[in-house]
């Protein structure tokens, strides 16, 4: 029987049937003006079915799909493309109305059990009709075109671009996407949609087409090995995930002594309960930092009092004034900020804004700085923005001016942000000049609206623009050279995407009637085909055509990270790319170098945000930024140990947040030299005069707590750590204690204590590690006594929150506790701390490698014990830590390798993922077909 002779028996009542699923929304148009709109096929286990017998039940609409179950529509043989609603093929019809000229871009998803068509593709034809009648079986052809469909086993991602028009008559009622194929049967053709893993779409008008269409080529070289530094660890006392850094650097218009490139901020969200956000400042290039705490507050383990907070952090840096922003979530009640001009040292009291904008239910927010003179208010400089987005709803985008208030916003300007990125502004003296940049994620879409900043607050000023259709993942993540070029980074199935977008491109150059953000290239897959699983994308630029990527990845498992076994081992990883802009037939160049010089983590992990059932302890980030000289620096969460891992099976706990910075590889600027800098290995100094509390410019510096090095080797069959002090006499360490404890951040002070703190990884899986952490200490009461101790964290020595004291689940961080099964001594020699214990003790060996190693000098309460009073936790209380006054820089240590300072970097770290084929070196492309993967909300 002929579709036509079926179509005809069809009633008019069975059209309406099939449309009243549209009767909640009017139908929807399309004009040639309009932003991109993105429209999801949906359907059900009937469409085959119905698309011969009965009413079409396959239809599309702009909801995205939210189950797993895909429907399918299968080719029942070669079907005449002309032939409107032809049930040998598949279509799909749904309400529509209005004119319609334009590109339309399908991202739909086939497959077929045929190994020939596997093989060699299918060819096929994409049809648009308008005003489909049931009964006739007629409709108005508006667009055809002919293509090759992609195949494979499983969905396998196509994208289709066509042309559509609907000439002097508009679309009254109805519009149908119909595919045919003129191959037989037997390559079973299949159409998949309606999955999150299969979420088949249109998008009307088409995204930009790329120059060439085609990728870029890549090339991973050998050359130029890209290292890090041993990890400084951040806080010895606090877990944080989600970190997020800003490195200082100067620009030109840097005012005098506003911009210093050894300051460097780390921000984490810590304790909703507690309303606790976390922000820390490094004075040495990020070698060693410190918290930044109001002591108004000091419980709550935060630089200012006046507002909420324990939900997501952010901070950011204006490069010209200097100053420093500070957001955080007030759970996601609402978003506040705090401004400082004197870099973290204050956060005046009416520069503490509690509410930014009326709205609730607000997620995940953003800083961007702009630099003076570009735009202003009624008068007030605008310095700033601070974005966030009430999810689905909009992106708010609210300015900040020169006195550090928020001018708030009465709606969002960017409507409907499933999950917003980093925000950015052009503050480069090129074309793009005072040109704003919002990434987002929506309808399996990455985003970027744009828009001038004087124009920043009006709905109307924004335009929103395609990077891609790939069902980006987790954070859309983009970066500014210093020029004014945009580079977009994005997490697609379980590879890196990467894209960018020209700004002298005359479509994206707004001095040639472009606009920014406009024209992006065609993505690529940039991390190496070694790493099977990445997730954590994170990018910064420096100078033209000069970024550098920062992500977690692991060579243990291919897909996405959700999948990833419990024996999976994860490592942080940065690639950097000197030719990022490279087209055509020059391919771009990618150096990739590890970060951690240990696994970070073990097992899966979540990217399905606060939705998650699986792992989400690392969270859902890191960060990474540029120095002075183009070094990259990274930070990282580390929670590879047994006290964050009981088994493998087990919920891991929060991590540690580590900092590393490039030693080796390409700067990011173009004026430095290649990046080569001398690591010591065994032992780091430390400046003098740097242990001041409180700490800030103004605080005294405690000479008994001021740390001059510290070193860490194999003596015989001992571990011994050397900690070198400028006064380690009695009587100043009993004057430093009483001035600590007069300064008011800590109650019940009792003692002054030294930690050196160590990280061990072995090649073998153990109760679902490769390492643990470890310490050797010695206290100082106010009594004159000294003790000297050890142990490895674990169970006795995690702090507690007094809101859940008791609960054995609360760990957010840890004391230095002793272990009564370690043996330890210990002596005081000049001004030096000598801390002794047998290797084995630690279960060491020679030629062992002991990772981050770093001494803290803090000040506290007494040391608890696991029979605390109730109300008196000690120094396991979360309120009431030991808090560091001074740190020495990390270094790593070779056990039975003497101290040595001129020693460098032992291994390439990336060397075992880098084949040194000469084909590398080169410049053969390794070019991979994107990976498509589940889209998940992140919180």
Avoid at 174 to 185: F, G, K, P
Avoid at 626 to 641: E, K, L, P, Q, Y
Wanted: aromatic letters at 8%.
């Amino acid at each position: 029987m002929s579709r036509r002779r079926l179509v005809a028996s069809l009633t008019a009542t069975a059209l309406a049937t099939m449309l009243a699923g549209f009767a909640a929304a009017p139908p929807t148009s399309a004009a040639p003006s309009d932003p991109p709109v993105t429209y999801y096929f949906h359907g059900g286990p009937t469409d085959n079915v119905t698309s011969v017998t009965t009413a079409p039940t396959a239809t599309f609409d702009k909801a995205a799909p939210t189950g797993t179950q895909p429907a399918t529509q299968t080719m029942k043989g070669p079907g005449n493309q002309d032939s409107a609603g032809n049930f040998l093929g598949a279509f799909w019809l749904g309400a529509f109305s209005g004119p319609l000229k334009d590109d339309v871009e399908l991202n739909w998803y086939f497959m077929s059990p045929n190994g020939e068509g596997v093989a060699l593709g299918a060819t096929a034809d994409v049809t648009v009709y308008a005003d489909y009648d049931v009964d006739a079986g007629t409709a108005r052809k508006i667009g055809q075109k002919s293509v090759v469909l992609t195949l494979g086993a499983g969905p396998t991602l196509n994208v289709t671009r066509l042309t559509v028009d609907t000439g002097a008559t508009p679309i009254a009622s109805n519009l149908m996407i119909q595919v045919t194929s003129s191959a037989d049967t037997g390559q079973a053709l299949t159409a998949v949609y309606n999955s999150t893993d299969a979420p088949s779409r249109f998008v009307i008008p088409a995204p930009p087409a790329a120059a060439g269409g085609q990728p870029p080529a890549v090339v991973h070289a050998a050359d130029l090995p890209v290292a890090f530094s041993a990890a400084s660890v951040v806080s010895p006392t606090f877990f944080g995930a989600e970190p997020q850094t800003t490195m200082e650097r100067p620009v030109a218009a840097s005012l005098p002594g506003a911009i210093d490139p050894n300051r460097v901020f780390i921000d984490w969200p810590a304790d909703t309960a507690l309303q606790s956000g976390q922000l820390y400042r490094s004075m040495d290039g990020g070698d060693t930092f410190r918290q930044l705490v109001d002591k108004a507050c000091a419980p709550r383990q935060r630089p200012n009092c006046a507002s909420g907070g324990g939900g997501d952090t952010e901070n950011e840096v204006n490069p010209v004034t200097g100053t420093l922003f500070f957001g955080d979530q007030e759970v996601v009640a609402q978003e506040a900020l705090a401004t400082s001009l004197d870099h973290g040292d204050t956060f005046p009291i009416q520069q503490q804004i509690a509410a930014t904008a009326p709205a609730t239910g607000v997620d995940r927010q953003w800083l961007a700085p702009l630099a003076p003179g570009i735009h202003d208010v009624g008068g007030q400089q605008i310095h700033g923005f601070y974005t966030y987005h009430v999810p689905l709803v909009g992106q708010y985008i609210v300015g900040i001016t020169a006195g550090g208030l928020p001018i708030p916003q009465p709606a969002p300007q960017i409507a409907g942000v499933e999950q917003s990125g980093q925000v950015r502004v052009d503050n480069t003296d090129g074309p793009g000049r005072g040109w704003i940049y919002q990434p987002y994620r929506q309808g399996g879409n990455y985003l970027v609206a744009t828009a001038a900043a004087a124009d920043y607050a009006s709905a109307a000023g924004w335009q929103v623009n395609t990077v891609a259709n790939s069902n980006p993942t987790i954070f859309p993540w983009l970066s500014l050279d210093s020029h004014g070029n945009a580079y977009a980074v994005w997490v697609a199935g379980s590879a890196i995407n990467y894209s960018f977008s020209k700004i002298d491109d005359p479509a994206n150059n707004p001095t040639l009637s472009g606009r920014p953000g406009t024209k992006w290239s065609t993505p690529a897959v940039v991390d190496p085909p070694s790493i099977g699983s990445v997730v954590f994308p994170e990018i910064i630029a420096g100078d033209i055509g000069r970024v550098a990527i920062s992500y977690d990845g692991t060579v243990d498992h291919t897909g996405t990270p959700d999948t990833a076994p419990v024996t999976a081992k994860w490592d942080t990883y940065v690639s950097v790319l000197t030719n990022a802009m490279a087209e055509g037939d020059q391919p771009i160049e990618v150096r990739t170098g590890k970060v951690s010089h240990r696994p970070v983590h073990i097992g899966t992990i979540c990217t399905s945000g606060t939705t998650c059932t699986g792992d989400r302890s690392l969270l859902d980030m890191i960060d990474l930024g540029v120095d002075a000289d183009g070094r990259v620096g990274v930070v990282f969460t580390d929670n590879n140990s047994t006290f964050q891992t009981t088994s493998a099976t087990a919920a891991r706990g929060g991590p540690f947040v580590h900092f590393a910075k490039q030693v080796a590889g390409p700067s990011l600027l173009a004026s430095k030299p290649t990046v080569a800098v001398a690591v010591q290995q065994g032992q780091r100094s430390d400046r003098p005069g740097d242990a001041t509390w409180p700490n800030a410019s103004s605080g005294t510096n405690l000479s008994s707590l001021d740390e001059l090095g510290a070193s860490l080797a194999l003596e015989g069959a001992e571990l011994v750590a050397r900690v070198k002090l400028a006064d380690a006499s009695s009587d100043r360490m009993t004057t430093d204690l009483a001035t600590y404890a007069a300064s008011g951040y800590s109650i019940n002070t009792d003692r002054l204590q030294y930690v050196v703190r160590f990280s061990t990884s072995r090649d073998n899986l153990t109760a679902g590690t490769t390492g643990d952490v470890f310490h050797l200490s010695m206290d100082h009461k106010a009594d004159g006594t000294r003790g000297f101790f050890g142990g490895k964290l674990d169970a006795n020595d995690g702090l507690q929150s007094p809101l859940f004291e008791g609960v054995a689940w609360f760990n957010g961080g840890t004391a230095y506790h002793r272990d009564a099964a370690i043996s330890v001594t210990g002596t005081v020699e000049g001004n030096t701390l000598v801390i002794r214990a047998p290797a084995s003790a630690f279960g060491l060996v020679t030629g062992q490698t002991l990772y981050s190693v770093q001494a803290f000098a803090m000040g506290g309460p007494r040391e608890s014990t696991t029979t605390a009073a109730a109300g008196d936790l000690g120094d396991r209380s979360y309120s009431n830590p030991m808090r560091p006054v001074d740190v020495t820089p990390a270094f790593d240590a070779v056990l039975g390798t003497p101290p040595d300072p001129d020693a460098t970097v032992p291994e390439v770290p990336f060397g075992p993922l880098l084949p040194v084929a000469a084909a590398l070196l080169l410049g053969a492309a390794v070019v991979r077909r994107h990976r498509s993967r589940l889209v998940r909300d992140v919180g």
